[in-house]
């Protein structure tokens, strides 16, 4: 007799578990691993400058940036998120030209780097489709440029400065972003596209990115 209630245990306990590991098997594939680490590029768009190519007194290409990163994220309590990214590019951009009787004025911004410490909300209703919502504080760092061409009569630019003028900047502010992920590969795996937008105190322009990403689930 105790035999046989020793061995009824034994299966109980033993369906129980297997029960419990599945539902969790489940449960997983349903929401995700924990860990996130994602490859980004993007293209930029600066609202309120100027977004065209421009005359050079100096060999740098003038062009709107290829914006590469690095993200990692973790899943703090159900469909709550937190992350860090670093993101960077380095071509020259045009900010701003400005045309006075004596002069046009260009300046330019270049090797710009963004650390964002992101806060955000997961939707995981469907197994392979993932929706994330969020945003945070962002610290950006760069390098910006000044330079003009002096207006001689009747009408002709002189170049002023043989080198623009240089100096560093950085800036504290915000960013907000909609992230869609495809996940694949027994969810290992994922990939989709997202937008993002920038503003900073002191900055006169807000940005916006907007590319894709591809990560690695553990």
């Known amino acids: 007799m105790h035999f046989f209630s020793g061995k009824l245990v034994l299966v109980i306990l033993l369906s129980s578990s297997c029960a419990q590991y599945a539902a969790a098997k489940t449960n997983l594939k349903k929401k995700g691993h924990k860990n996130t680490i994602a490859v980004h590029a993007a293209q930029i768009y600066t609202f309120g400058t100027a977004q065209t190519k421009a005359p050079l007194n ?14 990692f994220d973790h899943n703090v309590y159900k469909n709550l998120r937190v992350g860090l990214e670093y993101e960077s590019w380095t071509a020259l951009q045009l900010i701003e030209t400005k045309e006075t009787p004596a002069a046009k004025e260009y300046t330019y911004r270049k090797n710009y780097r963004m650390i964002d410490l992101n ?3 997961r939707y995981n209703h469907f197994k392979h489709h993932k929706i994330n919502i969020g945003g945070g504080p962002s610290y950006a760092k760069g390098i910006d440029a000044f330079d003009r061409d002096i207006k001689l009569p ?5 170049l002023d400065f043989v080198f623009p003028y240089y100096y560093p900047v950085h800036y504290f502010g915000v960013q907000t972003f909609i992230k869609y992920d495809y996940v694949f590969m027994h969810g290992r795996l994922t990939a989709g596209a997202e937008v993002k937008y920038r503003r900073y105190a002191g900055m006169s322009y807000s940005q916006v990115n907007y590319g ?4 690695f689930n553990f």
């Open 58 to 71: 100096y060999g740098d290409p003038v062009q709107v940036p290829n914006q590469k990163g690095l993200s």
């Open 119 to 121: 806060i955000s909300y």
């Open 154 to 158: 009747p009408g002709v630019y002189q």
């Open 212 to 215: 894709l990403h591809a990560g």
